[in-house]
């Protein structure tokens, strides 16, 4: 990987933005869950674009990794992800939430080419990717699942029931992203249900814990390069913001999941067009 | 007489002889549901979760998308209870491959009171998209109920007692989805039964049989899918129809059969209320009204 190569997945994160705007619209009928999308498009073009062995052509291909996104609701960055790297076309986005689309609300894995598993009830998608992580060892199989976390979700037992028994069966197989975007669906994470110490809750479990800044590409593959290292379950904490890269909605809880109206929907539509203009300019 | 737990670990290890896809997952009650019979032959597919049946539930939903066909087992309560929205989201959803074996079903946990009694794991079952609902009336039942499980595609539920069971059945029983089984001949009134009232279901047609009753006995193994016609079919033109399942008499067997019957369906088993702790099988069944006598009375005051 180079400067050059690390700078065009920075490019592409924006992108997936506009993506989301792309699925969300404005037409007043839906929603979209724009904040906890936003927080992540860095980490999903980390993911899709350098760590993650991957095939658009063939989506069921035997050796591949796995994505699971236990935060549900924050599907749209895997899907701007999916179809920016050709798993389904262009046109698919526009009908995001419409009856008999491919992309439904939440993850669905038999709509959807890329998309591994149901999740959307909070908190079981790290189990999932611990039962995957006990078949593919039990079969000596190389691949590797990816499960990102919000940091809001740790609010649910059942990822520390997860982080317990991925630790006890001493799997390495499977890697967690925590999008700590600091905000949850009614406020700040430190206020709706004050969850403190979290890197020391992780690591007590038995997981080695790492960090990164959640916006920078080269930043994210280099700590996942790191995570590799690890002889024990790895935790990324990546510190992100809700609504990134539209400012009126960074680090609000109003817009977790949000019908933009159509003047904030062509302010951020500017707003997006002008920072992927900043970055091809650099 | 016939032990349904040891059965239900037997028949796994039978299986896995020639299914390296089979794994068997435990929270911590493997010793109860008998998975510790497994353990002990293929340690390797075994798995232990510790007391956390939600985390176990979608885990097993893991590994059926990696190609696997997990059975998961706990008590009846916890494993659909505790686990519902896991099995709902993580597993039929999907239509994952996930077997799930409700242990000590029903009232059999006599001694643990409400908290361990399921009265309602059948409901729950139920009314899930994509999943299938089996009780087995005795060992050649469960286990050709655990074969097709083991055989076929998709979430599926087994309610198992932990009270020994008569065998009604011999080795050459053939399970068939769907299908309801007279197990007895009868002209006056017609009873489904399931699990541990299909024996009492037979004893109460004694009973009656002595008061020139003559009662049909039908087994429903497989209450999701049922089928309509098999229903109708055994009901045979009789005006009567009854049910009895240990199970509330709310969404269980009774409210599947009185969908489909056409006419007034008697529902006995448990009403409105939940269980009790009680010093015998027994003495419980007794305490509850839900002996082959109290079921014979039944019969008669409604027929």
């Given at each position: 990987?180079?400067?050059?190569?690390?700078?065009?997945?920075?490019k592409?994160?924006?992108?997936?933005r506009?993506d989301?705007?792309?699925?969300?619209?404005?037409d007043?009928m839906r929603?979209?869950?724009?904040?906890?999308s936003?927080s992540?498009?860095?980490?999903?073009t980390?993911?899709?674009?350098?760590?993650?062995?991957?095939?658009?052509?063939d989506?069921?291909?035997?050796d591949?990794?796995?994505?699971?996104m236990s935060?549900?609701h924050s599907?749209?960055a895997q899907?701007?992800?999916l179809?920016?790297?050709?798993?389904?076309?262009?046109?698919?986005?526009?009908?995001f939430k419409?009856?008999?689309t491919?992309?439904?609300?939440?993850?669905?894995?038999d709509?959807t080419p890329g998309?591994?598993?149901?999740t959307?009830?909070?908190g079981q998608?790290l189990?999932v990717?611990?039962?995957?992580?006990?078949?593919f060892?039990?079969?000596n199989?190389?691949?590797?699942?990816y499960v990102?976390?919000?940091?809001?979700?740790?609010?649910?037992?059942?990822?520390?029931?997860?982080?317990?028994?991925i630790?006890?069966?001493?799997?390495?197989?499977?890697?967690?992203?925590?999008?700590?975007?600091?905000?949850?669906?009614?406020?700040?994470v430190?206020?709706?249900?004050p969850?403190?110490?979290?890197?020391?809750?992780?690591?007590?479990?038995?997981w080695?814990?790492?960090t990164?800044?959640?916006?920078?590409?080269?930043?994210i593959?280099?700590a996942?390069?790191?995570?590799?290292?690890a002889?024990?379950?790895?935790?990324?904490?990546a510190?992100t913001?809700?609504?990134?890269?539209?400012?009126?909605t960074?680090?609000?809880?109003?817009?977790?999941n949000?019908?933009?109206?159509?003047e904030?929907?062509a302010?951020?539509k500017?707003?997006?067009?002008?920072?992927?203009?900043?970055?091809?300019?650099? | 007489?016939?032990?349904?737990r040891?059965?239900?670990g037997?028949?796994l290890?039978?299986?896995?002889?020639?299914?390296d896809?089979?794994?068997?997952?435990e929270?911590?009650?493997?010793?109860?549901?008998?998975?510790?019979?497994?353990?002990?032959?293929?340690?390797e597919?075994?798995?232990?979760?510790?007391?956390a049946?939600?985390?176990?539930c979608?885990?097993?939903?893991?590994m059926?998308?990696?190609?696997?066909?997990?059975?998961?087992?706990?008590f009846a309560?916890?494993?659909?209870?505790?686990?519902?929205?896991?099995i709902r989201?993580?597993?039929?959803?999907?239509?994952l491959?996930?077997?799930?074996?409700?242990?000590?079903?029903g009232?059999?946990?006599?001694g643990?009171g409400?908290?361990?009694?399921?009265?309602?794991d059948?409901?729950?079952m139920?009314?899930l998209?994509?999943?299938?609902?089996?009780?087995p009336?005795d060992g050649?039942?469960?286990k050709?109920?655990?074969?097709?499980?083991a055989?076929n595609?998709?979430?599926?539920?087994?309610r198992?007692?932990?009270?020994?069971?008569?065998?009604?059945h011999?080795?050459?029983?053939v399970?068939?989805?769907?299908?309801?089984?007279?197990?007895?001949e009868?002209?006056?009134?017609?009873?489904?039964?399931?699990?541990?009232?299909?024996?009492?279901?037979?004893?109460?047609?004694?009973?009656?049989?002595?008061?020139g009753?003559s009662l049909r006995?039908?087994?429903?193994?497989?209450?999701?899918p049922?089928?309509?016609?098999?229903?109708?079919?055994?009901?045979g033109?009789?005006p009567?129809?009854f049910?009895?399942?240990e199970?509330?008499?709310?969404g269980?067997?009774g409210?599947?059969?009185?969908?489909?019957?056409?006419?007034?369906?008697y529902r006995?088993?448990?009403?409105?209320?939940?269980?009790a702790s009680?010093?015998s099988y027994?003495?419980?069944c007794?305490g509850?009204?839900?002996?082959a006598r109290?079921?014979?009375?039944?019969?008669?005051?409604?027929l």
């Amino acid at each position: 990987m180079t400067c050059k190569d690390f700078h065009e997945m920075q490019k592409t994160a924006v992108r997936l933005r506009l993506d989301l705007l792309e699925m969300f619209g404005c037409d007043g009928m839906r929603t979209g869950h724009w904040g906890g999308s936003s927080s992540l498009c860095e980490i999903m073009t980390a993911l899709y674009w350098y760590k993650m062995k991957n095939d658009p052509s063939d989506p069921e291909w035997a050796d591949r990794d796995y994505l699971i996104m236990s935060k549900g609701h924050s599907v749209p960055a895997q899907y701007a992800a999916l179809c920016e790297r050709g798993y389904f076309p262009r046109e698919e986005l526009a009908r995001f939430k419409f009856f008999g689309t491919m992309l439904s609300g939440h993850p669905e894995m038999d709509r959807t080419p890329g998309v591994e598993a149901n999740t959307g009830s909070l908190g079981q998608g790290l189990s999932v990717g611990l039962g995957l992580g006990l078949a593919f060892r039990q079969d000596n199989r190389s691949n590797k699942v990816y499960v990102i976390v919000g940091d809001g979700e740790q609010n649910e037992g059942q990822i520390w029931e997860a982080a317990m028994a991925i630790a006890a069966f001493g799997l390495t197989n499977v890697r967690v992203i925590v999008d700590c975007n600091g905000v949850q669906s009614t406020g700040p994470v430190a206020d709706v249900l004050p969850n403190t110490q979290i890197p020391e809750k992780w690591s007590s479990f038995g997981w080695k814990v790492f960090t990164c800044g959640g916006h920078n590409v080269q930043e994210i593959c280099e700590a996942l390069d790191r995570m590799d290292e690890a002889d024990s379950p790895a935790v990324l904490l990546a510190k992100t913001v809700k609504g990134k890269g539209v400012s009126f909605t960074e680090g609000l809880a109003s817009f977790h999941n949000y019908a933009f109206k159509p003047e904030e929907y062509a302010v951020a539509k500017q707003e997006l067009a002008a920072w992927l203009a900043k970055e091809e300019a650099r | 007489m016939s032990n349904l737990r040891t059965i239900y670990g037997e028949t796994l290890i039978e299986l896995a002889a020639n299914d390296d896809k089979i794994a068997v997952l435990e929270a911590d009650l493997s010793k109860s549901t008998m998975g510790a019979l497994f353990k002990a032959v293929y340690p390797e597919r075994f798995y232990e979760f510790g007391i956390a049946e939600a985390n176990m539930c979608s885990a097993a939903a893991g590994m059926a998308i990696a190609g696997k066909t997990p059975f998961i087992a706990s008590f009846a309560v916890f494993v659909t209870g505790r686990c519902y929205d896991q099995i709902r989201t993580s597993v039929c959803i999907g239509d994952l491959n996930v077997k799930i074996c409700g242990s000590s079903a029903g009232i059999s946990d006599c001694g643990d009171g409400p908290t361990h009694q399921s009265i309602d794991d059948v409901s729950l079952m139920r009314t899930l998209p994509n999943m299938q609902v089996f009780v087995p009336c005795d060992g050649a039942e469960e286990k050709a109920i655990l074969r097709y499980m083991a055989a076929n595609p998709g979430p599926m539920y087994i309610r198992v007692s932990r009270v020994e069971a008569k065998d009604i059945h011999d080795g050459s029983y053939v399970f068939v989805p769907g299908r309801t089984e007279v197990v007895r001949e009868g002209s006056d009134a017609v009873i489904f039964a399931n699990g541990p009232m299909v024996e009492r279901a037979l004893a109460a047609g004694d009973i009656l049989a002595s008061s020139g009753i003559s009662l049909r006995v039908v087994n429903v193994p497989s209450i999701k899918p049922l089928s309509a016609e098999s229903v109708i079919e055994n009901i045979g033109g009789l005006p009567v129809v009854f049910t009895a399942e240990e199970h509330s008499i709310y969404g269980g067997l009774g409210s599947a059969i009185a969908e489909l019957a056409g006419r007034p369906v008697y529902r006995f088993g448990m009403p409105d209320r939940f269980g009790a702790s009680a010093e015998s099988y027994q003495a419980l069944c007794e305490g509850l009204h839900l002996t082959a006598r109290d079921l014979a009375d039944y019969i008669q005051s409604n027929l």
